[in-house]
């Protein structure tokens, strides 16, 4: 039943993801990566929230391999992270290069601490 619910996660958070992806970028017009920053900030949150869950003894199995492992695992994207890092910078936008490694490392970290924060809040 696991791999089933990886399965159903990963397509539904996958399909979640392209769709962001192609609706963020073209509502941003610009050659920097927006929809795989906004999917994977989105990403952090419910991982920090589940995670949050989890500190407090409430998170399934179930919940885990569907949401946290399936889901989120199709939502957010390193392999898309590093190739559009990768591509600013050969294309000589270095600039957002840097600023896309930074922007996401931070913004994740912090999204995945308010996700955490808030579940403490609701579950405490």
Known sequence: MTPFLVAL???AGSVLRYLTDRKVQQWRGSSFP???LTVNIAGSFVLGFLSGWLLHGAEPASVRALVA???CG???TFSTFGYETVRLFLEKTRRYAVVNVVATVLAGLLSGVLGLWLATAVFA
Request: hydrophobic share 40%; proline share 0%; charged share 0%.
């Open 9 to 11: 996660g990963g397509a």
């Open 34 to 36: 927006f929809g795989t």
């Open 69 to 71: 492992v399936g889901f």
């Open 74 to 76: 199709g939502l957010t």
